[in-house]
């Protein structure tokens, strides 16, 4: 089990999002590369898009104009990932069910949010909602 996991969808496929502050992209594993496929066939996909991990491995993937991406706290309409047989989604166990890592494009798109690793929440609030509600304390 990944502490950072969470339940969450990708167009209308449920989905198991990793939240990863570290990668720069978000990479899908090949089952929601498929799912995608079949429930989503009309979505741009540029096949030999090549992703570098930090400890130098190189993948090939194909990189995939998402739809609407629904996490616990937010929702983004304007993603994409890189579909890739990544050696982690079998680290994990999940090379059989829908899965992506979350990296910073999506999360970036944030004002401000939360993890609780323990409790295996993720919040996020934006800037405007905090100063809407409490316009003296944010000066």
Not at 105 to 112: F, K, V, Y
Request: net charge negative.
């Amino acid at each position: 089990v990944i502490s950072s996991e969470i339940d969450g969808r990708v167009g209308n496929v449920p989905t198991k999002l990793m939240l990863d502050t570290g990668a720069e992209h978000c990479i899908a594993n090949m089952a929601l590369s498929e799912v995608l496929m079949r429930r989503h066939p009309r979505l741009q996909r540029v096949p030999d898009v090549r992703i570098y991990g930090v400890t130098g491995q190189k993948l090939v993937g194909e990189y995939i104009v998402l739809p609407r991406v629904d996490l616990r706290a937010f929702t983004v309409t304007d993603a994409a990932c890189v579909a890739a047989a990544a050696p982690i989604f079998g680290l994990w166990d999940l090379n059989n069910e829908p899965a992506m890592i979350v990296g910073v494009n999506l999360l970036s798109r944030l004002e401000s949010f939360s993890i609780d690793y323990g409790a295996r929440m993720f919040d996020a609030e934006f800037l405007s909602a905090l100063t809407a509600r409490n316009p003296v304390a944010l000066g």
